[in-house]
Protein backbone atom coordinates (compact mmCIF):
# COMPACT_ATOMS: atom_id res chain seq x y z
CA UNK A 1 0.00 0.00 0.00
CA UNK A 2 1.21 3.69 -0.99
CA UNK A 3 0.20 6.38 1.11
CA UNK A 4 0.66 10.08 0.65
CA UNK A 5 -0.39 12.16 3.46
CA UNK A 6 -0.66 15.81 2.83
CA UNK A 7 1.83 15.71 0.33
CA UNK A 8 3.07 19.04 -1.22
CA UNK A 9 5.75 19.77 -3.90
CA UNK A 10 7.22 23.08 -4.82
CA UNK A 11 10.23 23.38 -7.37
CA UNK A 12 13.27 25.98 -6.09
CA UNK A 13 11.57 28.21 -9.17
CA UNK A 14 8.16 28.47 -7.08
CA UNK A 15 5.98 26.36 -9.53
CA UNK A 16 3.60 24.48 -7.05
CA UNK A 17 3.03 21.33 -9.09
CA UNK A 18 1.71 19.35 -6.29
CA UNK A 19 -0.99 20.81 -3.18
CA UNK A 20 -1.49 18.91 -0.26
CA UNK A 21 -2.31 15.25 -1.82
CA UNK A 22 -3.95 12.64 -0.37
CA UNK A 23 -3.84 9.31 -1.32
CA UNK A 24 -4.45 5.98 -0.63
CA UNK A 25 -3.14 3.25 -3.55
CA UNK A 26 -3.84 -0.22 -2.47
CA UNK A 27 -2.35 -3.33 -2.97
CA UNK A 28 -2.63 -5.25 -5.84
CA UNK A 29 -4.90 -2.25 -7.56
CA UNK A 30 -3.79 -0.61 -10.81
CA UNK A 31 -4.44 3.37 -10.15
CA UNK A 32 -4.54 5.54 -13.24
CA UNK A 33 -3.29 8.90 -13.10
CA UNK A 34 -4.79 11.33 -15.53
CA UNK A 35 -5.53 15.22 -16.17
CA UNK A 36 -4.07 18.19 -18.39
CA UNK A 37 -0.51 18.49 -19.48
CA UNK A 38 1.15 20.08 -16.78
CA UNK A 39 -0.61 18.91 -14.06
CA UNK A 40 1.18 16.60 -11.90
CA UNK A 41 1.17 13.46 -12.92
CA UNK A 42 5.05 12.97 -13.73
CA UNK A 43 5.63 14.40 -10.88
CA UNK A 44 3.55 12.25 -8.25
CA UNK A 45 4.99 9.45 -9.56
CA UNK A 46 8.59 10.46 -9.21
CA UNK A 47 8.10 11.44 -5.83
CA UNK A 48 7.21 7.74 -5.41
CA UNK A 49 10.69 6.29 -6.07
CA UNK A 50 12.11 9.67 -5.19
CA UNK A 51 13.49 10.70 -8.35
CA UNK A 52 11.85 13.73 -7.16
CA UNK A 53 12.11 15.62 -3.35
CA UNK A 54 9.00 16.12 -1.39
CA UNK A 55 8.54 19.96 -0.01
CA UNK A 56 6.50 18.87 2.73
CA UNK A 57 4.19 15.85 3.76
CA UNK A 58 5.33 11.93 3.55
CA UNK A 59 5.16 9.07 1.48
CA UNK A 60 4.53 5.68 2.96
CA UNK A 61 5.01 2.30 1.09
CA UNK A 62 3.30 -0.72 3.44
CA UNK A 63 3.47 1.83 6.63
CA UNK A 64 7.27 2.77 6.26
CA UNK A 65 8.05 6.40 5.45
CA UNK A 66 9.92 6.37 1.97
CA UNK A 67 12.15 9.21 3.24
CA UNK A 68 13.75 6.76 5.54
CA UNK A 69 14.61 3.84 3.15
CA UNK A 70 17.46 4.08 0.77
CA UNK A 71 17.50 5.08 -2.56
CA UNK A 72 18.92 2.35 -3.97
CA UNK A 73 16.84 0.32 -2.11
CA UNK A 74 13.88 1.79 -2.86
CA UNK A 75 14.53 2.00 -6.60
CA UNK A 76 14.95 -1.36 -6.84
CA UNK A 77 11.86 -2.64 -4.96
CA UNK A 78 9.44 -0.30 -7.73
CA UNK A 79 9.86 -1.00 -11.78
CA UNK A 80 9.33 2.15 -14.04
CA UNK A 81 8.93 2.85 -17.31
CA UNK A 82 9.50 6.64 -18.21
CA UNK A 83 7.85 8.90 -20.38
CA UNK A 84 11.20 8.80 -23.19
CA UNK A 85 11.68 4.94 -23.16
CA UNK A 86 14.78 5.38 -21.33
CA UNK A 87 16.79 2.31 -22.56
CA UNK A 88 21.03 2.25 -22.10
CA UNK A 89 21.78 2.67 -25.79
CA UNK A 90 24.71 0.88 -25.17
CA UNK A 91 23.61 -2.04 -23.87
CA UNK A 92 21.86 -4.49 -25.86
CA UNK A 93 17.92 -5.63 -25.45
CA UNK A 94 19.01 -8.88 -23.66
CA UNK A 95 21.36 -6.39 -20.99
CA UNK A 96 18.90 -3.75 -20.85
CA UNK A 97 16.04 -6.21 -19.68
CA UNK A 98 18.29 -8.60 -17.41
CA UNK A 99 20.16 -5.37 -16.14
CA UNK A 100 17.54 -4.79 -12.52
CA UNK A 101 17.71 -9.00 -11.57
CA UNK A 102 21.55 -8.90 -12.66
CA UNK A 103 21.83 -6.40 -9.84
CA UNK A 104 19.79 -8.09 -7.42
CA UNK A 105 22.33 -11.05 -7.91
CA UNK A 106 20.30 -13.09 -10.23
CA UNK A 107 22.05 -15.46 -12.78
CA UNK A 108 20.88 -15.36 -16.19
CA UNK A 109 19.25 -18.55 -16.05
CA UNK A 110 17.22 -17.57 -13.43
CA UNK A 111 15.87 -15.08 -15.36
CA UNK A 112 16.14 -15.79 -19.00
CA UNK A 113 12.78 -17.44 -19.46
CA UNK A 114 10.75 -14.89 -18.25
CA UNK A 115 12.29 -12.03 -20.09
CA UNK A 116 11.83 -14.39 -23.33
CA UNK A 117 7.99 -14.80 -22.33
CA UNK A 118 7.48 -11.37 -21.74
CA UNK A 119 9.51 -10.42 -25.04
CA UNK A 120 7.25 -12.65 -26.88
CA UNK A 121 4.17 -10.79 -25.04
CA UNK A 122 4.71 -7.75 -26.39
CA UNK A 123 5.08 -9.05 -30.03
CA UNK A 124 9.13 -9.09 -30.25
CA UNK A 125 10.40 -12.77 -31.05
CA UNK A 126 13.28 -12.95 -28.57
CA UNK A 127 16.00 -14.65 -31.39
CA UNK A 128 15.15 -11.58 -33.71
CA UNK A 129 15.55 -8.91 -30.78
CA UNK A 130 17.65 -10.07 -28.28
CA UNK A 131 21.02 -9.32 -29.24
CA UNK A 132 20.37 -6.18 -31.02
CA UNK A 133 20.59 -2.28 -29.72
CA UNK A 134 17.96 -0.07 -28.61
CA UNK A 135 18.29 2.43 -31.73
CA UNK A 136 18.16 -0.47 -34.09
CA UNK A 137 14.31 -0.65 -32.82
CA UNK A 138 11.27 1.30 -33.78
CA UNK A 139 10.44 4.16 -31.57
CA UNK A 140 7.41 1.18 -30.80
CA UNK A 141 9.29 -1.42 -30.22
CA UNK A 142 11.85 0.36 -27.83
CA UNK A 143 8.57 1.44 -25.32
CA UNK A 144 7.66 -2.52 -25.53
CA UNK A 145 10.90 -3.19 -24.75
CA UNK A 146 11.03 -0.39 -21.49
CA UNK A 147 7.62 -2.48 -20.40
CA UNK A 148 9.49 -5.66 -20.42
CA UNK A 149 12.02 -3.99 -18.52
CA UNK A 150 9.70 -3.16 -15.90
CA UNK A 151 7.71 -6.46 -15.69
CA UNK A 152 11.37 -8.99 -15.69
CA UNK A 153 11.93 -8.50 -11.81
CA UNK A 154 8.40 -8.37 -10.67
CA UNK A 155 9.31 -6.14 -8.54
CA UNK A 156 5.88 -5.53 -6.22
CA UNK A 157 5.42 -1.56 -7.39
CA UNK A 158 5.47 -0.79 -11.03
CA UNK A 159 5.17 2.76 -12.04
CA UNK A 160 4.85 3.22 -15.56
CA UNK A 161 4.50 6.59 -16.86
CA UNK A 162 2.36 6.65 -20.34
CA UNK A 163 4.22 3.67 -21.58
CA UNK A 164 2.15 3.61 -24.73
CA UNK A 165 2.16 6.48 -25.67
CA UNK A 166 4.48 5.91 -28.67
CA UNK A 167 2.24 2.63 -30.10
CA UNK A 168 0.05 2.42 -32.69
CA UNK A 169 -3.72 1.85 -31.79
CA UNK A 170 -3.81 -1.58 -32.49
CA UNK A 171 -0.93 -2.52 -30.81
CA UNK A 172 -1.62 -0.58 -27.71
CA UNK A 173 -5.12 -1.78 -27.17
CA UNK A 174 -3.22 -5.56 -26.76
CA UNK A 175 -0.71 -4.18 -24.50
CA UNK A 176 -3.53 -2.74 -22.47
CA UNK A 177 -5.22 -5.58 -22.65
CA UNK A 178 -2.19 -8.03 -21.63
CA UNK A 179 -1.29 -5.25 -18.68
CA UNK A 180 -4.51 -6.06 -17.17
CA UNK A 181 -4.50 -9.73 -17.46
CA UNK A 182 -0.90 -9.67 -16.26
CA UNK A 183 -1.67 -7.27 -13.69
CA UNK A 184 -4.94 -9.85 -12.51
CA UNK A 185 -2.75 -12.63 -12.36
CA UNK A 186 0.47 -11.48 -10.75
CA UNK A 187 -1.48 -8.67 -8.56
CA UNK A 188 1.23 -6.10 -8.48
CA UNK A 189 0.79 -2.73 -7.43
CA UNK A 190 0.76 -0.18 -10.64
CA UNK A 191 1.02 3.52 -11.09
CA UNK A 192 -0.11 4.50 -14.62
CA UNK A 193 0.10 8.04 -15.90
CA UNK A 194 -1.81 8.63 -18.94
CA UNK A 195 -3.61 11.37 -20.53
CA UNK A 196 -6.18 9.20 -22.30
CA UNK A 197 -9.31 8.35 -20.42
CA UNK A 198 -10.10 5.44 -22.29
CA UNK A 199 -7.21 4.21 -21.59
CA UNK A 200 -7.55 4.77 -17.85
CA UNK A 201 -11.17 3.69 -18.12
CA UNK A 202 -9.89 0.33 -19.65
CA UNK A 203 -7.51 -0.73 -16.93
CA UNK A 204 -7.66 1.27 -14.08
CA UNK A 205 -9.17 -0.42 -10.68
CA UNK A 206 -9.10 3.42 -9.50
CA UNK A 207 -8.71 6.83 -11.47
CA UNK A 208 -7.42 9.69 -10.22
CA UNK A 209 -7.88 12.90 -11.94
CA UNK A 210 -5.77 15.39 -11.49
CA UNK A 211 -5.94 19.22 -12.45
CA UNK A 212 -2.94 22.09 -11.47
CA UNK A 213 -1.94 19.43 -8.86
CA UNK A 214 -4.98 19.18 -6.80
CA UNK A 215 -7.14 15.72 -6.92
CA UNK A 216 -10.50 16.32 -8.46
CA UNK A 217 -11.62 13.11 -7.58
CA UNK A 218 -11.14 9.18 -6.87
CA UNK A 219 -13.27 7.04 -8.14
CA UNK A 220 -13.44 3.57 -10.01
CA UNK A 221 -14.12 3.81 -13.64
CA UNK A 222 -18.29 3.40 -13.21
CA UNK A 223 -18.33 5.76 -10.20
CA UNK A 224 -16.48 8.33 -12.61
CA UNK A 225 -18.91 8.07 -15.30
CA UNK A 226 -21.87 7.58 -12.97
CA UNK A 227 -20.93 10.45 -10.64
CA UNK A 228 -18.40 13.01 -12.12
CA UNK A 229 -17.61 15.12 -8.93
CA UNK A 230 -17.42 18.23 -11.10
CA UNK A 231 -17.91 20.57 -13.72
CA UNK A 232 -13.90 20.07 -14.95
CA UNK A 233 -14.71 15.98 -14.49
CA UNK A 234 -17.45 15.84 -16.22
CA UNK A 235 -15.55 17.72 -19.48
CA UNK A 236 -13.01 15.99 -19.13
CA UNK A 237 -14.37 12.60 -19.32
CA UNK A 238 -16.99 14.14 -22.27
CA UNK A 239 -20.26 13.83 -22.29
CA UNK A 240 -20.29 11.45 -25.57
CA UNK A 241 -17.95 9.07 -23.45
CA UNK A 242 -20.44 9.14 -20.32
CA UNK A 243 -23.07 8.31 -22.52
CA UNK A 244 -21.49 5.62 -24.39
CA UNK A 245 -20.20 3.57 -21.59
CA UNK A 246 -23.48 4.52 -19.54
CA UNK A 247 -25.12 2.65 -22.47
CA UNK A 248 -22.76 -0.67 -22.74
CA UNK A 249 -23.65 -3.41 -20.05
CA UNK A 250 -20.39 -4.57 -19.75
CA UNK A 251 -19.20 -2.00 -17.87
CA UNK A 252 -22.07 -2.19 -14.68
CA UNK A 253 -20.86 -3.64 -11.42
CA UNK A 254 -21.43 -7.36 -10.76
CA UNK A 255 -23.52 -5.99 -7.89
CA UNK A 256 -26.59 -6.88 -9.11
CA UNK A 257 -25.89 -10.45 -10.58
CA UNK A 258 -24.55 -11.75 -7.15
CA UNK A 259 -25.89 -15.26 -6.04
CA UNK A 260 -26.18 -14.60 -2.54
CA UNK A 261 -28.49 -17.79 -1.87
CA UNK A 262 -25.68 -20.18 -2.76
CA UNK A 263 -23.53 -20.12 0.67
CA UNK A 264 -19.77 -20.00 -1.39
CA UNK A 265 -17.67 -23.26 -1.10
CA UNK A 266 -13.87 -22.95 -0.29
CA UNK A 267 -12.77 -21.07 -3.27
CA UNK A 268 -9.52 -19.06 -3.76
CA UNK A 269 -10.63 -16.38 -6.04
CA UNK A 270 -12.43 -13.41 -4.94
CA UNK A 271 -13.48 -10.57 -6.63
CA UNK A 272 -15.29 -6.88 -4.88
CA UNK A 273 -18.26 -6.64 -5.80
CA UNK A 274 -17.61 -3.25 -7.43
CA UNK A 275 -15.80 -4.86 -10.43
CA UNK A 276 -17.43 -4.33 -13.81
CA UNK A 277 -19.19 -7.54 -15.80
CA UNK A 278 -16.36 -7.46 -18.39
CA UNK A 279 -13.20 -7.10 -15.39
CA UNK A 280 -14.74 -10.03 -14.03
CA UNK A 281 -15.23 -12.36 -16.97
CA UNK A 282 -11.79 -11.35 -17.46
CA UNK A 283 -10.62 -12.56 -14.40
CA UNK A 284 -12.53 -15.89 -14.36
CA UNK A 285 -10.99 -16.72 -17.56
CA UNK A 286 -7.58 -15.80 -17.21
CA UNK A 287 -7.58 -17.94 -14.12
CA UNK A 288 -9.52 -20.93 -15.90
CA UNK A 289 -12.27 -20.93 -13.19
CA UNK A 290 -16.13 -20.35 -13.73
CA UNK A 291 -16.88 -18.78 -10.22
CA UNK A 292 -15.35 -16.88 -7.59
CA UNK A 293 -16.07 -15.43 -3.90
CA UNK A 294 -17.79 -11.86 -3.72
CA UNK A 295 -16.37 -9.27 -1.48
CA UNK A 296 -18.02 -6.65 -0.13
CA UNK A 297 -16.71 -4.39 2.82
CA UNK A 298 -14.14 -6.99 3.76
CA UNK A 299 -17.04 -9.40 4.29
CA UNK A 300 -18.19 -12.29 2.13
CA UNK A 301 -21.58 -11.86 0.72
CA UNK A 302 -22.28 -14.66 -1.83
CA UNK A 303 -20.72 -16.02 -5.39
CA UNK A 304 -20.71 -14.82 -9.24
CA UNK A 305 -21.03 -17.19 -12.12
CA UNK A 306 -19.54 -16.80 -15.36
CA UNK A 307 -22.45 -18.18 -17.15
CA UNK A 308 -24.69 -15.33 -15.18
CA UNK A 309 -22.34 -13.02 -16.51
CA UNK A 310 -21.88 -13.96 -20.11
CA UNK A 311 -25.83 -14.51 -20.34
CA UNK A 312 -26.25 -10.76 -18.71
CA UNK A 313 -23.40 -9.67 -21.77
CA UNK A 314 -24.97 -11.69 -24.21
CA UNK A 315 -28.00 -10.05 -23.62
CA UNK A 316 -29.81 -13.73 -22.79
CA UNK A 317 -32.56 -14.14 -19.65
CA UNK A 318 -30.94 -16.91 -17.95
CA UNK A 319 -34.73 -18.39 -16.33
CA UNK A 320 -35.91 -19.11 -19.79
CA UNK A 321 -32.57 -20.63 -21.22
CA UNK A 322 -32.47 -22.91 -18.72
CA UNK A 323 -36.28 -24.14 -18.82
N1 LIG B 1 12.18 20.76 -12.43
C1 LIG B 1 11.13 21.57 -12.52
N2 LIG B 1 11.21 22.86 -12.17
C2 LIG B 1 10.13 23.67 -12.20
N3 LIG B 1 8.90 23.29 -12.56
C3 LIG B 1 8.77 21.99 -12.93
C4 LIG B 1 9.85 21.06 -12.93
N4 LIG B 1 9.38 19.85 -13.32
C5 LIG B 1 8.06 20.03 -13.57
N5 LIG B 1 7.68 21.31 -13.32
C6 LIG B 1 6.34 21.88 -13.44
O1 LIG B 1 5.46 21.15 -12.57
C7 LIG B 1 4.19 21.00 -13.17
C8 LIG B 1 3.84 19.52 -13.24
O2 LIG B 1 4.70 18.87 -14.15
P1 LIG B 1 4.56 17.32 -14.50
O3 LIG B 1 5.75 16.93 -15.30
O4 LIG B 1 4.31 16.57 -13.25
O5 LIG B 1 3.24 17.33 -15.40
P2 LIG B 1 2.49 16.13 -16.14
O6 LIG B 1 1.11 16.09 -15.56
O7 LIG B 1 3.30 14.90 -16.09
O8 LIG B 1 2.38 16.68 -17.65
P3 LIG B 1 2.50 15.90 -19.08
O9 LIG B 1 1.16 15.30 -19.32
O10 LIG B 1 2.77 17.03 -20.04
O11 LIG B 1 3.61 14.91 -18.99
C9 LIG B 1 4.27 21.70 -14.53
O12 LIG B 1 3.76 22.98 -14.38
C10 LIG B 1 5.74 21.72 -14.82
O13 LIG B 1 6.08 22.80 -15.64
MG1 LIG C 1 4.35 13.77 -17.53
Given at each position: MIVFKNVSKTFP????????MNLHIKEGQLVALIG?????KTTTMKMINRLISITSGTIEIDGK??????EVELRRNIGYVIQRIG??????IEENVGLIPKLKGKKKAEYQDRVNELLNLVGLDPDTYKKRYPLELSGGQQQRVGVVRALADEPPIILMDEPFSALDPISREQLQDELKQLQMKIKKTIVFVTHDMDEALKIADEIVLLKDGVIQQIASPEQLLREPANDFVRSFIGEERIQTYLNDHSRQSIHAYI?????????EYTIDASTSIKETVRYLIANKTDSAVVIENDKVTGSVHKDRLLAVLAGIDEEEALK
Open positions: DGTEAIKDPSGCGDTAGVKLFPHMTDKAAKPHHN
